[in-house]
């Protein structure tokens, strides 16, 4: 990346890089795809959960980084599987409730 690409503050200096604490935790995505799917698609989306209703499968389950969001989104891709929609899911209190 050339400097002129780098974030910079109002009087033009170089922004420092955020820096990460560790891992993040994992994130919970439910990705929906038309097509009510069989219970042998566990399998291929292993770790994850599968709930079949109204013409579509939801997979819901924990996504570790962007790179495993992808690898999921590639198997939808490579199964012929039609994508309708991802979505991060807000993390739920210690009660088990969403805040």
């Known amino acids: 990346m050339s400097p002129s690409h780098l974030p910079q503050t109002e009087d033009?200096?170089?922004m420092p890089a955020k820096r990460s604490r560790?891992?993040?935790?994992?994130?919970?995505?439910?990705?929906?795809?038309?097509?009510?799917?069989?219970?042998?698609?566990?399998a291929?989306?292993?770790g994850m959960t599968l709930v079949v209703g109204n013409g579509q499968t939801a997979i819901t389950g924990p996504v570790r980084d962007q790179t495993h969001l992808h690898g999921l989104l590639d198997r939808v891709g490579s199964l012929g599987l039609e994508l309708v929609s991802v979505t991060p899911l807000a993390p739920t209190s210690e009660h088990g409730t969403r805040p």
């Open 12 to 14: 033009g200096t170089v």
């Open 44 to 46: 291929v989306f292993e």
């Open 22 to 42: 560790g891992p993040n935790p994992p994130i919970t995505y439910q990705i929906i795809v038309h097509s009510e799917l069989s219970r042998r698609y566990g």
